[in-house]
């Protein structure tokens, strides 16, 4: 009799109540931990989108804090180049990009200060007439300088035939020593005593929308001088670039007061007497990154103030803001 009444209760099994508890706890502890996989994931994707963002901006920040760092750096000779002290200059480069002013070409000019840094607030495509994808509301910047490290040094005997010692094709070179130089391509060196070779630069930064698939991605060119202005992405994901330039309007040797080159929209901002003044001690560097691709969980409705420049946004794209000071160390003003 209870070995019977033992096999029917062990034949059993569950009760339907007991089946509904037992799935109405496994539902929940199954959507805790699905909660938590899915705030783990949106967190590392968070995580490395401003990763990105913070890589892509200090990378800019970095390139464009270096170029100007070096701006009207010209090897052995002092102050910047004119017509008189270095002559004769090569005919206009290919594809030449030509700023404002009578004197913004690549190389110096007879009329006008030879402007070495310049920069403009682009209200079209094609600013400077060698490219045509510029983005609007965005600065470009151009400067002149040579490279750091010369080439060669002549002393003496002038050499008979001297190439240019240099693994670039195609370049522009100055030599010069104290009181003057050429500029001339690469070939056979202009002998110049006790000077030396340094390969010449014309560098152009704008913001450019580049499509990329399905997406628009802005992205920071940079032109550079070989025989001819050559233009290419640098860095993805940068949204804005602007450019505060620091003055010394009382000839104090110190940064006075800080202008855009628009002044928003033209109210009081740059204009050819203060680019031509050689007053420009120092520039505040403006970069806004932008991450490649949108998040469809995240709006961004912030208003980002670059310099004088209030920049609101309403997407869905995550935006990191960074900034930096430049002084001007070969500025024509003595010191800041």
């Known amino acids: 009799m209870n070995k019977s009444k033992h096999q029917k209760l062990s034949t ?5 109540l ?19 996989f899915i705030g783990m994931r949106t967190t590392t994707a968070e995580t490395a989108s401003y990763g990105e963002l913070q890589e892509n901006g200090r990378f800019a920040i970095s390139i464009l804090t270096d170029d100007l760092l070096k701006q009207n750096f010209w090897g052995d000779y002092p102050g910047t180049l004119t017509r008189g002290a270095i002559n004769p200059v090569p005919g206009a480069p290919g594809n030449e990009c030509i700023g404002g ?25 094609n600013p400077m007439g060698c490219f045509n994808n510029a983005k609007l509301g965005s600065d470009v910047l151009q400067l002149k300088r040579v490279i750091a490290a010369p080439l060669q040094i002549f002393v003496g005997v002038p050499p008979v035939a001297t190439p240019v010692v240099n693994t670039v094709t195609n370049n522009f070179f100055l030599v010069a020593n104290l009181n003057g130089g050429t500029i001339f391509p690469e070939g056979v060196v202009p002998f110049i005593d006790n000077s030396r070779v340094w390969e010449y630069q014309h560098h152009v930064y704008y913001v450019s929308n580049q499509v990329e698939g399905t997406n628009v991605v802005p992205v920071l060119m940079q032109g550079q001088l070989t025989n001819t202005m050559v233009f290419s992405p640098i860095i993805d994901g940068i949204d804005m670039i602007r450019f505060m330039y620091g003055l010394d309007t009382n000839n104090s040797g110190t940064v006075d007061a800080f202008v855009s080159a628009d002044g928003v929209l033209g109210n009081g901002g740059m204009n050819e007497a203060l680019w ?10 403006y970069v806004l990154a932008r991450s490649i691709r949108p ?23 995550r935006r990191l803001l960074f900034t930096s000071t430049v002084s001007l160390y070969n500025s024509s003003n003595d010191g800041w």
């Open 18 to 36: 007991e089946l509904m508890i037992s799935l109405s706890v496994g539902l929940v502890l199954f959507a805790g931990v699905i909660s938590i």
């Open 295 to 317: 998040d469809n969980d995240y709006n961004n409705t912030s208003t980002y103030q670059l310099g004088d420049l209030p920049f609101k946004v309403d997407d869905n794209f």
């Open 101 to 125: 002013g009578v004197n913004n070409g690549t190389f110096p000019d007879l009329v006008g200060p030879f402007r070495t840094l310049w920069g403009q607030t682009v209200t079209n495509a």
């Open 12 to 16: 059993q099994g569950f009760t339907l």
């Open 276 to 285: 031509d003044s050689g007053r420009i001690l120092a520039v505040k560097i």
